[in-house]
């Protein structure tokens, strides 16, 4: 069976399972029979809301320019499945993934378990990982962190970056309730650095109540910029003059910590240097090539992550917007969108042109706009079609900003023909803002 193959075998399970198999039982014991998660290196697992997947590439660059032979697991990829699983830094090939795969369903039919999508890549990694041998691994979680199964391995490292309202549903609906189930990748003794300043209690309940060594943001590491570099002052690390990443400097505050608390080669400040200034994280903010007018790409896809967006990229900028949106249903479509009108000139709205059961219809967009008032909106169901006029509606010195969904940003590159992983950061990152 090749890759789509395997992958459309998931798929189908995942609609068989649903949400009943949100635990971590089968995962469990495919772990104590086959030792599956039983990874022979540190573990950095990297939970939160927004900047999670920009704090872990920020890891695996810097550990890169280093030597170290890293292994990464990430979510959701935007064009290839292959983008989830990178050894020193490249994505892991078709044929390592059907053997990976092809193991873990002999194995869980052995003990007549049914896995999920999720389950079977967070499992491959694990396989291909220690194939590898690699050094480090730096696990970025999917959905929460209690339940997720990246939590089944007992990190050395964890990192909650962010708390914010997403995937309600399932995680709860205030931020104390949220940041519980991404605190529950803390461990008895083990560093849980936190970024976000404005944190919950909930986040300290749970380090005091698991004996997490807790470092937060503004009470065990502060941080300092002006206007080309930044400042990291803790008890573990002291840096000054740090060159600026666009990926965020909390993140990258994070980053460095995780760095100094894991048992691997020390890291030395050329490869943090080099490392954040060669970083780069598909589909944030990302500059694409080739067309007459500014065309940039971004996941963003929650108020939190919008306004953030917001402040670093669009505020008092002279240069007029015009976005390409597409959301799934399931978001806070009308608050993702107020947040950025007023830097938004005019809205071209669409839906995805996959089959995708959670995406949003132009149709319930549109109630979205009205429940905000927002009038200057179009809404053209068919996606290439709103493609083209979104870039119709820009002027040569304007901007096409497609954001929404990592959906979005997958059909918009492929809609081109361009390849995202294949681009390099959007701007000189010595002068990028974070």
């Not at 007549?112 to 079977?120: Q, T």
């Not at 967070?122 to 396989?127: G, M």
């Not at 490392?275 to 896809?301: D, I, K, M, Y």
């Not at 918009?412 to 990152?429: T, V």
């Amino acid at each position: 069976m090749d890759l789509q193959g395997w992958l459309d075998k998931f798929g189908h399970e995942i609609k068989l399972i649903g949400k009943a198999n949100y635990q971590l039982t089968h995962l469990h014991q495919l772990n104590q029979q086959f030792g599956f998660c039983k990874l022979d290196c540190p573990v950095i697992t990297v939970a939160g809301t927004n900047g999670k997947g920009s704090t872990v590439n920020l890891i695996e660059s810097i550990v890169c320019h280093e030597g170290i032979d890293v292994g990464v697991f990430t979510s959701p990829h935007i064009q290839r499945f292959n983008e989830r699983i990178r050894v020193k830094g490249q994505c892991v090939s078709d044929a390592k993934l059907c053997d990976a795969f092809r193991l873990i369903d002999e194995k869980a039919s052995l003990l007549g378990l049914s896995l999920s999508y999720f389950e079977y890549a967070f499992l491959a990694a694990c396989e291909i990982f220690k194939k590898a041998a690699c050094e480090l691994v730096v696990l970025e979680v999917g959905l929460g962190g209690r339940l997720d199964a990246t939590n089944v391995i007992d990190t050395d490292c964890a990192i909650i970056t962010s708390i914010g309202l997403d995937h309600t549903q399932v995680l709860g609906d205030t931020r104390e309730l949220i940041a519980t189930e991404k605190a529950g990748i803390a461990r008895h003794n083990v560093p849980l650095i936190v970024g976000e300043l404005d944190r919950p209690y909930t986040i300290d309940e749970t380090a005091a109540h698991v004996g997490a060594i807790l470092c937060a943001n503004g009470c065990d590491f502060f941080i300092e910029e002006n206007e080309s570099h930044w400042t990291l002052q803790s008890e573990l690390v002291n840096f000054s003059q740090l060159p600026k990443t666009q990926y965020g400097l909390t993140n990258a505050a994070c980053a460095l910590i995780a760095l100094a608390t894991v048992a691997v080669p020390p890291v030395t400040r050329a490869a943090i240097e080099q490392g954040l200034r060669t970083a780069c994280v598909p589909g944030r903010w990302q500059t694409l090539p080739g067309f007459a007018c500014e065309v940039v790409v971004s996941v963003n896809h929650n108020p939190a992550a919008a306004q953030y967006m917001k402040q670093q990229h669009l505020a008092g900028e002279q240069k007029r917007t015009v976005a390409l949106l597409a959301m799934n249903a399931d978001k806070s479509i009308a608050d993702f969108v107020a947040t950025l009108d007023d830097a938004v000139a005019e809205w071209v709205v669409t839906e995805f042109c996959s089959v995708n059961a959670r995406g949003a219809t132009t149709v319930q967009m549109q109630e979205n706009f009205a429940k905000r008032c927002i009038k200057n909106a179009r809404f053209q169901p068919d996606f290439s079609l709103a493609c083209q006029e979104a870039l119709a509606a820009a002027g040569p010195n304007d901007r096409v900003l497609v954001v929404g969904s990592f959906i979005t940003v997958a059909e918009f590159a492929n809609n081109y023909n361009i390849n995202l992983i294949e681009l390099g950061p959007s701007r000189p990152l010595e002068t990028a803002e974070s």
